[in-house]
């Protein structure tokens, strides 16, 4: 089933995913799953690097820690959002991606710009469900 999910050609660009999680295992976790579903991933530890890397190279899709030190998720995606409204940004999905019951509800996500919600940990299949339904450079 995955093998379907995977973008196909590799001649083609890979769509480009930006991972911002101040753990390092949910990095490397969310960076494997990502890379099987046919994406590029950078990785950034808070919101400060992860609006960095977004203006030196905008991605494709953003999975966004909710909780981070100094910037969290949610204000993240509220400056990403409106850094987009201007037009210094293309726009680009942010799905956001918490513990259950840890940090904020899926509506306040929602509330601050984000296009979807997934609870940690995360499956491989609500990721690709997820990044499909966003996204048109994953093919299913």
């Given at each position: 089933?995955l093998?379907?999910?995977?973008?196909?050609p590799?001649?083609?660009?890979?769509?480009?995913?930006?991972?911002?999680?101040?753990?390092q295992?949910?990095q490397?976790?969310a960076?494997?799953m990502?890379?099987r579903?046919?994406?590029?991933?950078?990785?950034?530890?808070?919101?400060?690097h992860?609006?960095e890397a977004?203006?030196r190279?905008?991605?494709?899709?953003?999975?966004m820690?909710?909780?981070?030190p100094?910037m969290?998720?949610?204000?993240?995606?509220r400056?990403?959002r409106?850094?987009q409204?201007?037009?210094?940004?293309p726009r680009?999905?942010?799905?956001?991606?918490s513990a259950?019951?840890?940090?904020?509800?899926?509506?306040d996500c929602?509330?601050?710009?984000?296009d979807?919600?997934?609870?940690?940990?995360?499956s491989?299949?609500a990721?690709?469900?997820v990044?499909?339904?966003?996204t048109?450079?994953?093919s299913?």
């Amino acid at each position: 089933m995955l093998e379907k999910m995977v973008h196909a050609p590799t001649t083609q660009r890979r769509p480009k995913a930006l991972v911002v999680d101040d753990n390092q295992v949910n990095q490397l976790l969310a960076t494997a799953m990502l890379d099987r579903l046919g994406f590029e991933v950078e990785t950034c530890d808070d919101g400060r690097h992860a609006i960095e890397a977004c203006r030196r190279d905008a991605p494709d899709f953003v999975l966004m820690d909710v909780l981070m030190p100094e910037m969290d998720g949610m204000e993240t995606s509220r400056r990403l959002r409106a850094l987009q409204h201007d037009g210094v940004l293309p726009r680009f999905p942010i799905v956001a991606a918490s513990a259950s019951g840890i940090g904020a509800l899926p509506g306040d996500c929602i509330a601050a710009g984000m296009d979807a919600f997934l609870d940690k940990p995360m499956s491989i299949s609500a990721l690709a469900a997820v990044a499909q339904r966003l996204t048109v450079s994953v093919s299913g």
